[in-house]
Antibody, heavy 127, light 110 residues
Framework: QITLKESGPTLVKPTQTLTLTCTFS??????????VGWIRQPPGKALEWLAL???????RYRPSLKSRLSITKGTSKNQVVLTMTNMDPVDTATYYC???????????????????WGQGTLVTVSS | QSALTQPASLSGSPGQSITISCTGT?????????VSWHQQYPGRAPKLMIY???NRPSGVSDRFSGSKSGNTASLTISGLQAEDEADYYC??????????FGGGTKLTVL
């Protein structure tokens, strides 16, 4: 059974850097075709895809936020870390960690899915 | 890279069929068959319902089906049930090597 759980601060101040950790079980980020991503959802609004890291260290970012985002594999083999700099109140959202699987085993053929998702963690940006 | 366009809300009666549209562009939906649909209940994490336009994951009811024509993908729910009342989001891979979600559709079962 695959599970993911997000952890990090619930409140950050404007201009600060947010660091979120995704701790997962039931799969290996060393397995071909596997990735871990981050998706957020502002209160009452739609989902926004943020970033993804694959088993082969290929990193993908939301184009409009690329300069502020960094996704890395954690020091533990079952963790992925998302860093977002220069936080603003508009970044207030529930941040989800999600498992990604490419059925083809290739990042060049992203035939697969984002599933399952973690429970999400609400991050509020306020002074 | 703009969000995919979905109707904000839809409603249907039990037993009816409804279709949710998801309109993108030639840089996402129109060029790739990598469209997914997720269902989300209030306060809960999304759940995958359809991937790669038409495929249903194991355990998802066959009342859910997906299709695509040109720049528009669609999710059809047949035999509408009260438990189908939820928010639905489409998503697509893009030419920017990233993914984009739709604005979401709130489905009400009357």
């Amino acid at each position: 059974q695959i599970t993911l759980k997000e952890s990090g601060p619930t409140l950050v101040k404007p201009t600060q850097t947010l660091t979120l950790t995704c701790t997962f079980s039931g799969f290996s980020l060393n397995s071909i075709g596997v990735g871990v991503g981050w998706i957020r959802q502002p209160p009452g609004k739609a989902l926004e895809w943020l970033a993804l890291i694959y088993w082969n260290d290929d990193e993908r970012y939301r184009p409009s936020l690329k300069s502020r985002l960094s996704i890395t594999k954690g020091t533990s083999k079952n963790q992925v870390v998302l860093t977002m700099t220069n936080m603003d109140p508009v970044d207030t959202a529930t941040y989800y960690c999600v498992h990604r699987l490419e059925l083809s085993g290739s990042v060049l053929d992203p035939s697969g899915w984002f599933d399952p998702w973690g429970q999400g963690t609400l991050v509020t940006v306020s002074s | 890279q703009s969000a995919l366009t979905q109707p904000a809300s839809l409603s249907g009666s039990p037993g009816q069929s409804i279709t949710i549209s998801c309109t993108g562009t030639s840089t996402d939906v129109g060029i790739f068959n990598y469209v997914s649909w997720h269902q989300q209940y209030p306060g809960r994490a999304p759940k995958l319902m359809i991937y790669d336009v038409t495929n249903r994951p194991s355990g998802v009811s066959d009342r859910f089906s997906g299709s695509k024509s040109g720049n528009t993908a669609s999710l059809t729910i047949s035999g509408l049930q009260a438990e189908d009342e939820a928010d639905y989001y489409c998503s697509s891979y893009t030419t920017y090597r990233s993914w984009v979600f739709g604005g979401g559709t709130k489905l009400t079962v009357l």
